[in-house]
């Protein structure tokens, strides 16, 4: 049993490589948590995916025993979390299962886009927050203006940043006193009555549903049995653990703990994040707070390329949803692509990793459609649809309004590129809202639709700036627009997984643009084909695709023209009939490249 003045627990946030991991392992060498030999790195990301990219999507716990200066031993435990803005979810959990943060901020970029969100997580967190310079020893570092950057920009007070670098293991032991002597301990009472919040649970093939707990009041033994105050199920416990990476058992776990449980849970779904966790008998009388639950922004169809592979893919996506709570799916069928799965994620990153996990995990090639946000559609009669697939909108006679999701964008970039940048943004619709200035560089934000972000708005941003922006978002609200449904036709059938929804001043560009991609992807048949998009019944693009012809008059030699004619006209009326019957094959591969829009 630990005493509640010798327990730190704190997160460690930044924007994205900035060394938040490489810190995390840090920490848990030089106090000799993980022995040497077992040490690699990144060691908190289990995710071949995470280590492959270099990037945190699960923020993941550890802890660490530490003997301080003052010769007290202490436990610190850590929460390493993500920086990518798709898995903010993750990071607003974390913080409210801790009291400080550490704010890694690389000295030789500075604060970025994505350091500001989590350090506003964090603030409304209510945390105490030790600002950490890292990647000292590199010749672009420049701490004191970064310093004063952190001044500037957040407003916290910098003077006393702890220098480190993480890679060499510079400045660690700096690290581990301030957290010591610069963070709060946690407040809790173990006489009251059990209350835990639930921080996370994941799936694990041999002990069934793990959850990740942060004991506020009282203390859990195991053999309790605990009720959750949300879903209201019961269950005894089966296994309490602390993670120091690999689980170590205890018999107890004391307020301003976190640790592990297992109790005999079945899947994820039955335990809600943020839920409050007490006792069955003498429980507590209040829950704490819960978070707000994660709510999908983009949606996209995913069909195995295939058919057979059906249901290989929906075993994947149900155990893919057992670890993953914020990612939502439901079954949908498509003339073209056959069966396959609508599914919601929290935005484009996402959305890659989850693509990239079921074919590399699971095997199953897939077909990815066109990621669409979430409409509102408000109806004549007054009611309210929510659209997420734009093949189903409604017939337009009985549709009043369409509203669509808008972000607030924050894009930090240096001012060589603001030009570029702020063209970027207004091509999007975007509408500007300030403009700042932190040293040489500028902070914009903007109010942009959803939808045009979705496509490929990062990637043009990265490539006009050369890399050096940095972007955050936040969604703020619907907003009404002159939105209209474009469809595509091919030989005068619409093609469902190519429609899509675009607003009315673009919707020509978007459809010629679509016209004249398909015109090079689908192979030429032997009749005529009109590729066509359309808005409604109007055509308001076109190309067409030519015949195979075959010379029908190679053997006519000399005599009257009328010969010529008839074996002419006889094609033609061949042409016309199989036109009428003829099926239009378009290949797996023409649907992957046309989705794959907005050269």
């Known amino acids: 049993m630990t ?107 500075g604060v970025e886009a994505q350091t500001l969100a989590n350090v506003y997580t964090a603030i409304e967190a209510d945390h105490e927050i030790v600002p950490v310079l890292n990647k000292i020893d590199l010749p672009a570092a420049e701490p004191e203006q970064v310093r004063a950057q952190i001044e500037d920009v957040i407003g916290l007070d910098a003077s006393d940043a702890v220098l480190i670098s993480a890679k060499s293991g510079l400045g660690i032991p700096d690290v581990l006193e301030a957290i010591v002597t610069r963070l709060p301990a946690p407040q809790g009472d173990r006489n009251a009555p059990l209350k835990a919040m639930l921080v996370d649970s994941w799936y694990d093939p041999y002990l069934g549903v793990v959850v990740l707990i942060r004991v506020m009041d009282g203390v859990i ?44 849970i079945k899947q994820v779904r039955d335990t809600k994040v943020g839920d409050t966790i007490t006792h069955e008998k003498k429980g507590c009388e209040t829950p704490l707070p819960g978070f707000k639950p994660s709510v999908p922004v983009v949606f996209c169809g995913l069909f195995p390329v295939d058919s057979a592979e059906f249901e290989d893919l ?58 669409s946000v979430v409409y509102h559609v408000h109806m004549r009669s007054g009611e309210v649809q929510e659209l997420h697939n734009p093949a189903d909108l409604p017939d337009l006679t009985h549709v009043d309004h369409i509203e669509e999701p808008r972000i607030k964008a924050t894009i930090l970039v240096p001012d060589d590129y603001l030009g570029d940048v702020l063209k970027l943004c207004q091509d999007r619709r975007g509408i500007q809202q300030e403009l700042t200035y932190a040293g040489s560089r500028a902070m914009v934000v903007y109010d942009l639709p959803l ?50 929804m675009v607003h009315r001043d673009r919707a020509e560009g978007r459809g010629r643009a679509m016209c004249e991609k398909l015109k090079d992807l689908i192979p030429r048949h032997m009749f005529k084909i009109p590729i066509q998009a359309a808005i409604g019944g109007k055509v308001i693009a076109r190309e067409t695709l030519a015949a195979l012809r075959k010379d029908v008059t190679a053997k006519c030699y000399g005599g009257d023209v009328t010969r010529k004619k008839k074996l002419l006209e006889k094609q033609k009326a061949g042409k016309k009939k199989m036109r009428q019957f003829g099926k239009v094959e378009i290949p797996q591969q023409a649907f992957i490249s046309a989705l794959k829009m907005d050269g």
């Open 221 to 264: 033994r195991k053999g309790d049995n605990i009720k959750m105050m949300q879903t209201g199920a019961k269950y005894g416990i089966d296994k309490l653990a602390v993670l120091k990476p690999a689980m170590v058992d205890v018999a107890e776990l004391g307020p301003g703990e976190i640790g592990v449980l297992t109790a005999s």
């Open 451 to 500: 939808n045009e972000v979705v496509f490929d708005f990062y990637d043009r941003l990265k490539s006009i700036t050369k890399g050096y922006a940095s972007f955050d978002y936040e969604i703020t609200g619907y907003r009404q627009d002159n939105l209209v449904k474009m469809q595509i036709l091919v030989n005068d059938e619409p093609v469902d997984a190519l429609s899509m």
């Open 3 to 109: 005493e509640l003045a010798n327990i730190r627990n704190f997160s460690i946030v930044a924007h994205i490589d900035h060394g938040k991991s490489t810190l995390a392992d840090r920490l848990i060498q030089s106090t000799g948590t993980v022995a040497d030999r077992d040490m690699k790195e990144q060691m908190l990301d289990a995710m071949d995916i995470e280590r492959e990219r270099g990037i945190t999507i699960k923020a993941n716990t550890v802890r660490i025993d530490y003997r301080a200066n003052d010769g007290q031993d202490y436990v610190l435990n850590l929460i390493d979390t993500p920086g990518h803005v798709d898995f903010a979810y993750e990071v607003s959990r974390s913080m409210r299962a801790v009291e400080g943060s550490l704010l890694v901020v690389d000295a030789s970029q």
């Open 314 to 371: 929906r075993t994947a996506i149900e155990k893919l949803a057992l670890n993953d709570a914020s990612f939502s799916y439901e079954m949908e069928s498509s003339a073209a692509l056959g069966f396959g799965f609508r599914c919601g994620f929290l935005g484009l990153l996402h959305l890659e990793v989850i693509r990239d996990r079921l074919e590399r995990e699971y095997g199953i090639d897939l077909i990815t459609t066109a990621p």
